[in-house]
């Protein structure tokens, strides 16, 4: 009797799942609900306050918030370029966690993890908009509304003790607010030598965890705990103010940052060649260092004399000792006509000891082209005491992306004394009465420095550094700076004007040790002129 009833409860079991799944199927088929309706599109400024709120989660930044600007242009590139930066992406990934993953395995007796799927899908992320913030400082500040909600496809499989297990992650969701900045910005590609990331608000997260197949997220309260988990995970690392630094250049070869002093003594010169009338020439020495923006460096003209000696001595800051050169010109003043070169000579620093004195009997040559038989006539000599002295490792600045930090001067400034750096950025709303081709010219102790001509532009940047070696703080001194303009069209009645002009107190500079400012410019109606000034002693 008993076996008959098991028999019976089977095939009751049986035959009531096949009736329950027919009717089910019947019901769900004929019988749909009649209220469901397809969906209206419609414009925004159709829609009431209540069903503005709804979607406002959707709507793109630069609709809600005028400080974001649109990026469409950015999305598109993305989506042609998806496929391509999908494959590299995923390649870089698994050359990157491959080693790291075979370090780590060993420790938690896992015999092999290894990436049987790698693809972050057919859908790129997309930017809803992106606010730039400008500061006064070398950098650029980005935040991008960032919005992905791809189908990627990361299958892991991992052996242990003859067993395997493949977790696989699908349907991600990431919804973020970066902040990107790119500092310091060097002149040298791909203009700034590091990124800094970090999150102004809190992730959103969400994907989905199969392992073996099943579908781990629907286990009651996992779906939320793991949620909430990364967030705080996420954020403990990179939420604002913390950063993830990536490294693109090095910071203290891109900027190229002072590394040493040459003291330059022009002591005389012989034998030069008559270049006057009356038998006679009015020699003079130009200094420059190549690769560098620093106006050239002169001596006193001696009248008449072709053998002169001048016993002058320069400073002149080094940024590499090692491709940099002293070129050393002695030209013939003129009053009226344009003053006449009467030889040259170059020495490449990386030929000169270290903190010793080096006295050089150059010739006077045309030009450095070793094939010009113009270089075999006698042009005379000059004499020259040169000393490179190199900055002591202590001395050298730690870390040169940070603005704020004022480096020591060069060993060898003189006792009490230190080096004046004067970085001319830029200028807005510049407004000529003739014309607008700015220029900024620097009058301090009597040296007269200027920056590159800019043509044409309201609102020029230039980006030159100046240096000054004090034999001690300015905290008496003013420094002139002047915007001027030129124009070269023959017949202009005014090929010259003042547009502007600063003097800057400098005992702010020595108390303060770096000022970066903003200033107005005098008899200009809305120009500013941007000036860096730093004050670095031993």
């Not at 469409?72 to 966690?97: G, Q, R, S, V």
């Not at 080096?419 to 830029?426: A, G, I, K, N």
Request: proline share 7%; aromatic share 8%; net charge neutral.
């Amino acid at each position: 009797m008993g076996f008959v009833s098991t028999i019976l409860g089977f095939c009751g079991f049986g035959v009531g799942i096949s009736t329950g799944l027919t009717v089910g199927y019947y019901l769900f088929i004929y019988f749909q609900p009649t209220d469901v309706k397809d969906p209206v599109i419609r414009p925004l400024i159709q829609h009431d306050s209540k069903s503005l709120q709804g979607l406002l989660p959707e709507i793109p930044s630069w609709v809600k918030n005028p400080d974001y600007d649109r990026i469409d242009w950015l999305n598109k590139f993305l989506e042609i370029m998806w496929p391509y930066l999908d494959k590299a992406i995923c390649k870089t990934a698994k050359n990157i966690a491959t080693p790291i993953i075979s370090e780590q395995i060993p420790k938690y007796k896992i015999d092999s993890v290894e990436f049987e799927s790698l693809t972050l899908g057919s859908l790129p992320p997309t930017f809803q908009g992106m606010k730039v913030y400008i500061t006064d400082e070398k950098e650029l500040i980005m935040e991008p509304s960032l919005k992905w909600a791809g189908n990627p496809n990361v299958k892991i499989a991992a052996k242990a003790f003859g067993l395997k297990a493949t977790v696989q992650v699908v349907d991600l969701q990431v919804f973020a607010q970066p902040r990107i900045t790119l500092k310091p910005l060097v002149p040298s590609f791909p203009c700034f030598a590091k990124i800094f990331v970090s999150l102004m608000e809190k992730p959103h997260i969400d994907f989905g965890l199969k392992l073996a197949g099943a579908d781990l997220m629907s286990i009651p309260g996992l779906y939320r705990f793991v949620q909430e988990l990364i967030k705080d995970q996420v954020a403990n690392m990179y939420l604002w103010p913390k950063t993830l630094e990536v490294e693109i250049l090095d910071p203290t070869k891109a900027l190229k940052k002072p590394v040493g002093i040459l003291h330059v003594k022009v002591i005389r010169a012989q034998k030069l060649k008559k270049k006057d009338l009356s038998g006679a020439s009015d020699p003079y020495v130009k200094l420059k260092l190549t690769e560098t923006k620093a106006p050239s460096k002169k001596t006193m003209v001696k009248r008449k004399n072709l053998n002169p000696e001048w016993n002058e001595e320069f400073s002149m800051v080094v940024k590499d000792p090692e491709t940099q050169a002293l070129e050393l010109l002695v030209y013939d003043w003129e009053q009226v006509s344009k003053h006449e070169k009467m030889g040259m000579n170059v020495v490449p620093l990386k030929e000169l000891p270290h903190d010793e004195p080096k006295t050089m009997m150059l010739d006077l040559l045309k030009n450095m082209d070793p094939n010009d038989s113009q270089n075999d006539k006698m042009r005379g000599q000059i004499e020259v005491e040169l000393t490179y002295k190199p900055f002591k490792e202590e001395d050298m600045p730690k870390d040169v992306e940070n603005s704020d930090e004022v480096q020591k001067a060069p060993e060898g400034t003189p006792p009490g004394g230190g080096v004046l750096v004067v970085t001319v950025h830029e200028a807005q709303d510049l407004e000529g009465k003739h014309h607008t081709n700015p220029y900024v010219r620097i009058l301090f102790r009597g040296e007269d420095k200027k920056t590159k001509q800019i043509k044409k532009n309201r609102d020029p940047r230039w980006e030159e550094e100046f240096t000054f070696v004090l034999d001690e703080p300015p905290v008496k001194d003013k420094m002139h700076l002047e915007v001027l303009s030129t124009s070269s069209r023959i017949g202009l009645l005014h090929p010259k004007e003042t547009l502007g002009y600063v003097d800057i107190n400098l005992a702010d500079v020595v108390s303060n040790r770096r000022i970066n400012e903003k200033f107005h410019l005098i008899d200009s109606k809305n120009g500013r002129l941007q000036i860096e000034l730093q004050w670095q002693t031993s």
